[in-house]
Protein backbone atom coordinates (compact mmCIF):
# COMPACT_ATOMS: atom_id res chain seq x y z
CA UNK A 1 0.00 0.00 0.00
CA UNK A 2 2.91 2.17 0.88
CA UNK A 3 4.55 1.63 -2.03
CA UNK A 4 1.55 2.75 -4.27
CA UNK A 5 1.11 5.62 -2.83
CA UNK A 6 4.67 6.69 -3.53
CA UNK A 7 4.03 5.77 -6.52
CA UNK A 8 1.31 7.49 -7.26
CA UNK A 9 2.27 10.23 -5.71
CA UNK A 10 5.41 10.27 -7.72
CA UNK A 11 3.70 10.09 -11.19
CA UNK A 12 0.41 11.66 -10.67
CA UNK A 13 -0.87 14.92 -9.77
CA UNK A 14 -3.46 14.66 -7.03
CA UNK A 15 -6.13 16.71 -7.06
CA UNK A 16 -8.50 16.81 -4.31
CA UNK A 17 -8.76 16.87 -0.09
CA UNK A 18 -6.33 14.85 1.73
CA UNK A 19 -8.89 13.75 3.99
CA UNK A 20 -11.95 14.47 5.73
CA UNK A 21 -12.35 14.77 9.47
CA UNK A 22 -15.80 16.14 10.73
CA UNK A 23 -15.17 15.12 14.42
CA UNK A 24 -18.54 13.00 13.79
CA UNK A 25 -17.71 10.91 10.77
CA UNK A 26 -14.39 9.84 8.74
CA UNK A 27 -14.88 9.44 4.64
CA UNK A 28 -12.12 7.55 3.31
CA UNK A 29 -9.65 10.06 1.32
CA UNK A 30 -9.79 8.07 -1.47
CA UNK A 31 -13.51 8.96 -2.48
CA UNK A 32 -12.88 12.43 -2.96
CA UNK A 33 -9.76 12.13 -4.62
CA UNK A 34 -9.41 12.49 -8.24
CA UNK A 35 -7.07 11.09 -9.56
CA UNK A 36 -5.39 13.72 -12.50
CA UNK A 37 -2.49 11.68 -14.51
CA UNK A 38 -0.42 14.33 -15.47
CA UNK A 39 1.07 13.12 -19.38
CA UNK A 40 4.01 11.95 -19.14
CA UNK A 41 6.60 13.47 -21.87
CA UNK A 42 8.98 10.90 -22.33
CA UNK A 43 11.36 13.34 -24.38
CA UNK A 44 11.32 15.76 -21.21
CA UNK A 45 11.97 12.77 -18.94
CA UNK A 46 14.42 11.27 -20.86
CA UNK A 47 16.62 14.95 -20.88
CA UNK A 48 15.69 15.51 -17.33
CA UNK A 49 17.56 12.13 -16.70
CA UNK A 50 20.56 13.01 -18.94
CA UNK A 51 21.09 15.90 -17.32
CA UNK A 52 21.31 14.02 -13.67
CA UNK A 53 17.91 15.66 -12.42
CA UNK A 54 17.90 13.16 -9.29
CA UNK A 55 13.78 13.91 -8.83
CA UNK A 56 13.69 12.87 -12.48
CA UNK A 57 15.67 9.84 -11.86
CA UNK A 58 13.39 8.92 -9.22
CA UNK A 59 10.13 9.35 -11.04
CA UNK A 60 11.90 7.06 -13.79
CA UNK A 61 12.99 4.64 -11.26
CA UNK A 62 9.32 4.68 -10.11
CA UNK A 63 7.90 4.54 -13.56
CA UNK A 64 10.21 1.12 -14.11
CA UNK A 65 8.95 -0.50 -10.84
CA UNK A 66 5.27 0.16 -11.31
CA UNK A 67 3.29 -2.93 -12.35
CA UNK A 68 0.38 -0.92 -14.19
CA UNK A 69 0.40 -1.59 -17.83
CA UNK A 70 0.42 1.62 -19.21
CA UNK A 71 3.29 2.18 -17.10
CA UNK A 72 5.37 -0.67 -18.13
CA UNK A 73 4.68 0.14 -21.60
CA UNK A 74 5.82 3.88 -20.95
CA UNK A 75 8.84 2.52 -19.06
CA UNK A 76 10.00 0.66 -21.93
CA UNK A 77 10.04 3.41 -24.09
CA UNK A 78 12.02 5.41 -21.89
CA UNK A 79 14.70 3.10 -21.41
CA UNK A 80 14.94 2.47 -24.71
CA UNK A 81 15.75 6.37 -25.59
CA UNK A 82 18.19 6.03 -22.69
CA UNK A 83 19.93 2.94 -23.78
CA UNK A 84 22.62 5.02 -25.80
CA UNK A 85 23.52 6.74 -22.80
CA UNK A 86 24.07 3.77 -20.35
CA UNK A 87 27.00 1.34 -20.06
CA UNK A 88 29.23 3.48 -18.59
CA UNK A 89 29.77 2.22 -14.93
CA UNK A 90 31.53 -0.17 -13.04
CA UNK A 91 28.64 -2.14 -11.39
CA UNK A 92 29.74 -3.36 -8.22
CA UNK A 93 27.94 -6.53 -6.12
CA UNK A 94 28.26 -6.32 -2.48
CA UNK A 95 27.16 -9.64 -0.27
CA UNK A 96 27.81 -11.13 2.83
CA UNK A 97 26.03 -12.58 5.52
CA UNK A 98 23.11 -10.12 7.24
CA UNK A 99 25.45 -8.59 9.58
CA UNK A 100 28.46 -8.32 7.97
CA UNK A 101 28.39 -4.95 7.77
CA UNK A 102 27.41 -4.56 3.86
CA UNK A 103 24.99 -1.26 4.63
CA UNK A 104 27.37 0.27 6.98
CA UNK A 105 30.67 -0.50 4.79
CA UNK A 106 28.64 1.26 1.27
CA UNK A 107 28.01 4.18 3.48
CA UNK A 108 31.88 4.55 3.71
CA UNK A 109 32.96 3.05 1.08
CA UNK A 110 30.24 5.10 -0.88
CA UNK A 111 30.89 8.11 0.91
CA UNK A 112 34.81 7.97 0.27
CA UNK A 113 34.19 7.92 -3.93
CA UNK A 114 31.73 10.54 -3.89
CA UNK A 115 34.39 12.66 -1.99
CA UNK A 116 36.78 11.46 -4.47
CA UNK A 117 34.46 13.33 -6.71
CA UNK A 118 32.82 10.27 -8.61
CA UNK A 119 29.13 9.55 -8.71
CA UNK A 120 27.62 6.96 -6.54
CA UNK A 121 24.45 5.07 -6.97
CA UNK A 122 23.16 2.39 -4.58
CA UNK A 123 20.67 -0.24 -4.61
CA UNK A 124 19.78 -3.08 -3.24
CA UNK A 125 18.27 -6.60 -4.41
CA UNK A 126 16.34 -7.92 -1.43
CA UNK A 127 14.44 -10.95 -1.67
CA UNK A 128 13.51 -11.14 1.54
CA UNK A 129 11.53 -7.79 1.67
CA UNK A 130 8.68 -9.23 0.05
CA UNK A 131 8.42 -12.01 2.99
CA UNK A 132 9.43 -10.31 5.85
CA UNK A 133 9.00 -6.65 5.53
CA UNK A 134 11.88 -5.85 5.84
CA UNK A 135 14.23 -4.20 3.45
CA UNK A 136 18.03 -4.34 3.01
CA UNK A 137 17.87 -0.54 2.64
CA UNK A 138 15.20 -0.01 4.97
CA UNK A 139 17.68 0.73 7.45
CA UNK A 140 18.46 3.66 5.84
CA UNK A 141 19.69 5.68 9.05
CA UNK A 142 22.76 4.10 8.11
CA UNK A 143 23.39 5.64 4.91
CA UNK A 144 22.13 8.78 5.66
CA UNK A 145 25.54 10.66 5.26
CA UNK A 146 25.48 9.23 1.85
CA UNK A 147 22.27 9.44 0.90
CA UNK A 148 22.90 13.77 1.63
CA UNK A 149 25.99 13.83 -0.40
CA UNK A 150 25.49 15.49 -3.43
CA UNK A 151 27.48 12.83 -5.64
CA UNK A 152 25.31 10.00 -4.02
CA UNK A 153 21.75 8.64 -5.06
CA UNK A 154 20.88 5.98 -2.77
CA UNK A 155 17.41 3.98 -3.94
CA UNK A 156 15.91 1.39 -1.62
CA UNK A 157 14.82 -2.02 -2.56
CA UNK A 158 11.38 -2.43 -4.19
CA UNK A 159 8.96 -3.76 -1.86
CA UNK A 160 7.32 -6.70 -3.30
CA UNK A 161 7.20 -9.06 -6.24
CA UNK A 162 9.45 -12.22 -6.88
CA UNK A 163 12.82 -12.30 -6.82
CA UNK A 164 13.18 -12.88 -10.49
CA UNK A 165 10.81 -9.46 -10.62
CA UNK A 166 13.13 -7.46 -8.33
CA UNK A 167 16.30 -8.48 -9.98
CA UNK A 168 14.59 -7.69 -13.17
CA UNK A 169 13.54 -4.23 -12.08
CA UNK A 170 16.90 -3.83 -9.98
CA UNK A 171 19.05 -4.31 -13.87
CA UNK A 172 16.53 -1.46 -15.33
CA UNK A 173 17.09 0.90 -12.66
CA UNK A 174 21.04 0.42 -12.83
CA UNK A 175 20.69 1.08 -16.57
CA UNK A 176 18.89 4.42 -15.51
CA UNK A 177 21.49 5.46 -13.05
CA UNK A 178 23.95 4.76 -16.11
CA UNK A 179 21.97 7.53 -18.03
CA UNK A 180 22.03 9.99 -15.54
CA UNK A 181 25.85 9.65 -15.17
CA UNK A 182 26.35 7.55 -11.97
CA UNK A 183 29.68 6.06 -12.30
CA UNK A 184 29.76 3.57 -9.72
CA UNK A 185 26.61 1.67 -8.70
CA UNK A 186 26.93 -0.38 -5.87
CA UNK A 187 23.85 -2.89 -5.35
CA UNK A 188 23.66 -4.34 -1.70
CA UNK A 189 22.46 -8.25 -1.43
CA UNK A 190 21.70 -10.50 1.34
CA UNK A 191 24.07 -13.62 1.24
CA UNK A 192 21.43 -16.01 1.48
CA UNK A 193 19.73 -18.35 -1.27
CA UNK A 194 19.66 -17.37 -5.08
CA UNK A 195 20.43 -13.08 -4.49
CA UNK A 196 23.84 -14.08 -4.93
CA UNK A 197 23.97 -15.99 -8.38
CA UNK A 198 21.19 -13.21 -9.53
CA UNK A 199 23.69 -10.36 -8.30
CA UNK A 200 26.67 -12.11 -9.98
CA UNK A 201 24.72 -11.90 -13.27
CA UNK A 202 24.29 -7.95 -13.48
CA UNK A 203 27.82 -6.67 -12.09
CA UNK A 204 31.47 -6.41 -13.37
CA UNK A 205 32.89 -7.23 -9.58
CA UNK A 206 31.67 -9.10 -6.87
CA UNK A 207 32.92 -8.07 -3.38
CA UNK A 208 31.98 -10.03 -0.63
CA UNK A 209 32.46 -9.49 3.08
CA UNK A 210 33.14 -11.54 5.64
CA UNK A 211 34.08 -11.92 9.64
CA UNK A 212 36.79 -12.77 11.22
CA UNK A 213 37.25 -16.50 12.59
CA UNK A 214 35.71 -17.95 9.57
CA UNK A 215 37.74 -21.36 9.83
CA UNK A 216 36.14 -24.19 9.46
CA UNK A 217 33.06 -22.91 7.55
CA UNK A 218 35.79 -21.99 4.84
CA UNK A 219 35.97 -25.68 3.86
CA UNK A 220 31.96 -26.08 3.30
CA UNK A 221 29.00 -23.79 3.10
CA UNK A 222 30.92 -20.85 1.79
CA UNK A 223 32.86 -22.28 -1.25
CA UNK A 224 29.92 -21.72 -3.38
CA UNK A 225 29.60 -18.00 -2.68
CA UNK A 226 33.17 -17.68 -2.28
CA UNK A 227 33.94 -18.73 -6.22
CA UNK A 228 31.62 -15.81 -7.31
CA UNK A 229 33.56 -13.35 -5.71
CA UNK A 230 36.44 -11.17 -7.56
CA UNK A 231 37.31 -9.78 -4.21
CA UNK A 232 36.67 -11.02 -0.74
CA UNK A 233 37.10 -8.11 2.40
CA UNK A 234 37.38 -9.63 5.61
CA UNK A 235 35.68 -6.86 7.31
CA UNK A 236 35.53 -4.63 10.94
CA UNK A 237 39.08 -5.12 10.87
CA UNK A 238 39.31 -2.63 13.74
CA UNK A 239 40.07 -2.71 17.90
CA UNK A 240 40.87 -6.39 18.92
CA UNK A 241 39.58 -7.46 15.61
CA UNK A 242 42.73 -6.01 13.54
CA UNK A 243 45.03 -9.05 14.58
CA UNK A 244 42.82 -11.60 13.61
CA UNK A 245 41.53 -9.96 10.51
CA UNK A 246 44.79 -10.36 8.94
CA UNK A 247 45.12 -13.87 9.89
CA UNK A 248 41.57 -14.77 8.24
CA UNK A 249 42.80 -12.30 5.12
CA UNK A 250 45.93 -14.60 4.68
CA UNK A 251 43.24 -17.95 5.17
CA UNK A 252 41.14 -16.69 2.23
CA UNK A 253 44.06 -16.07 0.13
CA UNK A 254 45.15 -19.98 0.49
CA UNK A 255 42.06 -20.73 0.16
CA UNK A 256 40.82 -18.69 -3.33
CA UNK A 257 44.58 -19.59 -4.55
CA UNK A 258 42.56 -23.33 -5.13
CA UNK A 259 39.65 -21.87 -6.19
CA UNK A 260 38.22 -21.58 -9.74
CA UNK A 261 38.37 -17.88 -10.16
CA UNK A 262 35.06 -16.05 -11.00
CA UNK A 263 36.28 -14.00 -13.14
CA UNK A 264 38.77 -15.42 -15.82
CA UNK A 265 42.27 -13.87 -16.23
CA UNK A 266 41.74 -12.00 -12.80
CA UNK A 267 42.93 -13.48 -9.53
CA UNK A 268 40.45 -13.20 -6.61
CA UNK A 269 41.67 -11.01 -3.55
CA UNK A 270 41.00 -10.88 -0.26
CA UNK A 271 42.17 -8.00 1.86
CA UNK A 272 40.97 -6.45 5.36
CA UNK A 273 38.99 -3.15 5.93
CA UNK A 274 37.09 -1.40 8.68
CA UNK A 275 34.21 0.99 7.72
CA UNK A 276 34.18 2.35 11.12
CA UNK A 277 37.94 2.98 11.07
CA UNK A 278 37.39 3.71 7.50
CA UNK A 279 40.62 1.35 6.68
CA UNK A 280 41.13 -0.66 3.59
CA UNK A 281 38.44 1.23 1.96
CA UNK A 282 41.10 2.74 -0.58
CA UNK A 283 42.98 -0.71 -1.29
CA UNK A 284 38.88 -2.03 -1.81
CA UNK A 285 38.58 1.23 -4.45
CA UNK A 286 42.35 0.07 -6.15
CA UNK A 287 41.25 -3.07 -6.40
CA UNK A 288 38.23 -2.79 -8.31
CA UNK A 289 40.24 -0.48 -10.62
CA UNK A 290 43.04 -2.76 -11.02
CA UNK A 291 40.05 -4.96 -12.40
CA UNK A 292 38.67 -3.09 -14.66
CA UNK A 293 42.12 -1.89 -16.27
CA UNK A 294 43.16 -5.45 -17.12
CA UNK A 295 39.59 -6.60 -17.67
CA UNK A 296 38.91 -4.08 -20.70
CA UNK A 297 42.80 -4.85 -21.96
CA UNK A 298 41.97 -8.64 -22.16
CA UNK A 299 38.07 -7.66 -23.56
CA UNK A 300 36.75 -9.58 -20.92
CA UNK A 301 35.22 -6.85 -19.19
CA UNK A 302 32.92 -6.70 -23.10
CA UNK A 303 32.27 -10.20 -23.67
CA UNK A 304 31.03 -10.54 -19.99
CA UNK A 305 28.68 -7.53 -20.30
CA UNK A 306 27.08 -9.03 -23.56
CA UNK A 307 26.91 -12.73 -21.70
CA UNK A 308 24.69 -11.08 -18.89
CA UNK A 309 22.84 -9.69 -21.21
CA UNK A 310 21.52 -12.19 -23.62
CA UNK A 311 21.23 -14.32 -20.60
CA UNK A 312 18.80 -12.10 -19.17
CA UNK A 313 17.12 -11.85 -22.53
CA UNK A 314 17.19 -15.69 -22.24
CA UNK A 315 15.95 -15.76 -18.15
CA UNK A 316 12.85 -13.39 -19.58
CA UNK A 317 11.98 -15.77 -22.43
CA UNK A 318 11.97 -18.28 -19.45
CA UNK A 319 9.71 -15.92 -17.18
CA UNK A 320 7.45 -15.25 -19.45
CA UNK A 321 6.77 -18.70 -21.00
CA UNK A 322 6.15 -20.00 -17.07
CA UNK A 323 3.92 -16.78 -16.58
CA UNK A 324 1.74 -17.47 -19.40
CA UNK A 325 1.35 -21.14 -19.35
CA UNK A 326 0.45 -20.66 -15.69
CA UNK A 327 -1.81 -17.92 -16.27
CA UNK A 328 -4.07 -19.69 -18.10
CA UNK A 329 -6.67 -21.97 -16.38
CA UNK A 330 -7.45 -24.95 -18.97
CA UNK A 331 -3.79 -25.72 -18.39
CA UNK A 332 -3.73 -24.90 -14.57
CA UNK A 333 -6.66 -27.60 -14.35
CA UNK A 334 -5.20 -30.04 -16.92
CA UNK A 335 -1.67 -30.09 -14.75
CA UNK A 336 -3.70 -31.01 -11.58
CA UNK A 337 -5.57 -33.73 -13.77
CA UNK A 338 -2.36 -35.08 -15.16
CA UNK A 339 -0.74 -34.92 -11.90
CA UNK A 340 -3.55 -36.88 -9.33
CA UNK A 341 -2.96 -39.68 -12.51
CA UNK A 342 0.67 -39.64 -11.72
CA UNK A 343 0.33 -39.96 -7.67
CA UNK A 344 -2.12 -42.42 -8.31
CA UNK A 345 0.20 -44.26 -10.62
CA UNK A 346 -1.96 -44.02 -13.33
CA UNK A 347 0.50 -42.40 -15.73
CA UNK A 348 4.60 -41.88 -15.32
CA UNK A 349 5.84 -38.69 -15.29
CA UNK A 350 7.19 -38.47 -18.77
CA UNK A 351 3.79 -40.19 -19.27
CA UNK A 352 2.15 -37.11 -17.91
CA UNK A 353 4.09 -34.42 -19.55
CA UNK A 354 3.70 -35.81 -23.02
CA UNK A 355 -0.28 -35.93 -22.08
CA UNK A 356 -0.04 -32.01 -21.12
CA UNK A 357 1.86 -31.22 -24.56
CA UNK A 358 -0.11 -33.69 -26.52
CA UNK A 359 2.87 -35.28 -28.53
N1 LIG B 1 33.46 -2.90 14.59
C1 LIG B 1 32.82 -2.68 13.44
N2 LIG B 1 31.48 -2.84 13.38
C2 LIG B 1 30.87 -2.63 12.20
C3 LIG B 1 31.60 -2.25 11.04
N3 LIG B 1 30.72 -2.13 10.02
C4 LIG B 1 29.50 -2.41 10.53
N4 LIG B 1 29.58 -2.71 11.83
C5 LIG B 1 28.44 -3.06 12.70
O1 LIG B 1 27.87 -4.29 12.26
C6 LIG B 1 26.45 -4.28 12.43
C7 LIG B 1 25.75 -4.66 11.14
O2 LIG B 1 25.99 -3.68 10.17
P1 LIG B 1 25.10 -3.50 8.86
O3 LIG B 1 25.82 -2.52 8.01
O4 LIG B 1 23.70 -3.27 9.18
O5 LIG B 1 25.20 -4.97 8.24
P2 LIG B 1 24.50 -5.55 6.95
O6 LIG B 1 25.42 -6.57 6.41
O7 LIG B 1 24.09 -4.47 6.03
O8 LIG B 1 23.24 -6.25 7.55
P3 LIG B 1 21.88 -6.68 6.81
O9 LIG B 1 21.44 -5.55 5.93
O10 LIG B 1 20.94 -6.95 7.93
O11 LIG B 1 22.19 -7.92 6.03
C8 LIG B 1 26.10 -2.88 12.93
O12 LIG B 1 25.91 -2.93 14.30
C9 LIG B 1 27.32 -2.05 12.57
O13 LIG B 1 27.53 -0.99 13.46
C10 LIG B 1 33.02 -2.08 11.15
O14 LIG B 1 33.73 -1.75 10.21
N5 LIG B 1 33.56 -2.32 12.38
MG1 LIG C 1 22.20 -3.92 5.23
Known amino acids: MEGKNAEETALHVMKGIESQHDG ?3 VAPKKFRKKREEPIDLKELASEVR ?9 AITLIESSNSKHK ?3 QKLLQELLPNTGNSIRVGITGIPG ?4 TFIEAFGTMLCNLGKKVAVLAIDPSSSLSGGSVLGDKTRMENLSRHKN ?3 RPSPSAGTLGGVHKKTRETMLLCEAAGYEII ?3 TVGVGQSET ?5 VDFFLLLVLTGAGDELQGLKKGIMELADGIVVHKADGDNIE ?3 KTVREYKQILHFLQPSTPGWESQSLAASSVDQTGLKEVWEMIVRFEKQMKASGYWDTRRHEQTSDWFYSMITDHLIDSFFGNQENKDKVKMLENEILQGKLTVTQGLSKLFNE
Not at 51 to 59: D, M, Q
Not at 100 to 103: C, D, L, N, R, Y
Open 100 to 103: AGKS
Open 186 to 188: LIE
Open 244 to 246: KAK
Open 198 to 202: YVRGM
Open 152 to 154: AFV
Open 51 to 59: EGNRTSLSK
Open 24 to 26: MSY
Open 73 to 75: ELA
